[in-house]
């Protein structure tokens, strides 16, 4: 596969780089640990990339450790308990450590990847480093990882009314989704980034959500079977965050890094696309442009209502209300401004 064959070279060469530059500057590093959740472990596509990033860390005199965790939860534990120097996480489970930036996975806030490019860039100027951190947290770095989508073992479940009563694997530690979920009369079934696909797949759950490129790396073909689909509409823009404990690290470490994060976007999107490629054509549920704006308007009352409860950063949604306008102006919304 095209996506293995790039996350390979991506290693080699990471490995070539620490080995050449290790005689030079061994003896000025500093010794930091990296925890990096991948649901896949050391052999992940996660993990794969993340080496990428050790000659450039090694520049700045810093040697990264990296440790993989197939748990999420436990990587954001070990993290907290200071067992970890820096973590990588989903957007969603990093928002417990910064809420702006654990925001931009809000649901229906970013329709497409060129909104997310746009945020994302704003984001990497030294001017958003601000926003970037939070006490004793800063996030030092933010990759896409393409669009969430619907997973469903039946392709009768086409809309939201046939949602009703389906039992739908939700991550329980996320107050959004399982907001949303009850919010279309569905039923939730706790999972987490560690369990989601194996509920799909056995049938304990009816629908599943998830990015591109968790379907062939967990499998979610086998859920899908004969009979499913996945429902092309983006809920969310999945992300990976690297938060970097601020005390552990040199000042101007998290810029520098994001500054580099920056540099692996399209890389990123290349392997998004691959994923995306790899759902066969017979997979993909195709909304009418009715169900879209229908959708789009639900999902924005469930975000407002999300941000009044405390779950959401305005800030946030604010800077994605005006991204959503500046390319597509006339939308209401725009005019409304209650994001």
Not at 221 to 243: H, P, R, S, T
Not at 264 to 270: D, N, P, T
Not at 290 to 315: C, N, T
Request: net charge neutral.
């Amino acid at each position: 596969m095209k996506l293995l064959k790039n996350i390979k070279a991506l290693s080699v060469a990471a490995v070539v780089s620490t080995t050449a530059m290790s005689g030079v500057v061994q003896a000025e590093m500093i010794e930091r640990s990296f925890c990096v959740w991948d649901p896949i472990g050391a052999n992940g596509p996660l993990f794969n990339v993340m080496k990428s990033a050790k000659p450039s860390a090694m520049k700045w005199g810093i040697n990264l450790e990296l440790k993989a965790y197939t748990d999420e939860k436990i990587a954001a534990e070990d993290f907290k308990a200071g067992q970890c120097d820096s973590v990588l996480l989903t957007g969603t489970r990093a928002r417990e450590f910064n809420k702006f930036t654990g925001s931009l996975e809000a649901m229906g806030a970013i329709p497409s990847s060129e909104e997310m490019k746009m945020i994302l860039q704003t984001l990497t100027q030294p001017k958003a480093a601000q926003l970037m951190v939070n006490g004793e947290y800063e996030v030092a770095g933010i990759l896409p990882a393409g669009a969430i989508y619907l997973y469903t073992r039946d392709r009768a479940i086409n809309t939201v009314e046939e949602l009703q009563g389906k039992k739908v694997a939700t991550l329980d530690y996320d107050q959004a989704s399982m907001t949303m979920v009850r919010h279309v009369g569905a039923s939730v079934v706790g999972a987490s980034t560690a369990n989601f696909a194996g509920k799909f797949n056995n049938g304990s759950v009816d629908v599943a959500y998830a990015p591109a490129v968790a379907y062939t790396p967990l499998e979610l073909y086998k859920g899908l079977g004969e009979n499913g689909g996945v429902f092309d509409f983006a809920l969310a823009q999945m992300n990976f965050q690297i938060i970097a404990r601020t005390d552990r690290f040199p000042e101007g470490y998290g810029q520098k890094v994001r500054d580099y994060t920056s540099t692996r976007y399209e890389e990123a999107y290349k392997i998004v696309e691959t994923a995306e490629a790899e759902i066969k054509k017979e997979y993909w549920m195709r909304p009418t442009a009715e169900q879209l704006e229908g959708y789009s308007k639900m999902l924005r009352e469930v975000r407002i209502s999300l941000r009044d409860e405390g779950v959401y950063d305005a800030k946030a949604l604010r800077l994605m209300r005006k991204v959503r306008c500046k390319n597509n102006p006339t939308n209401s919304e725009c005019s409304e401004k209650r994001e």
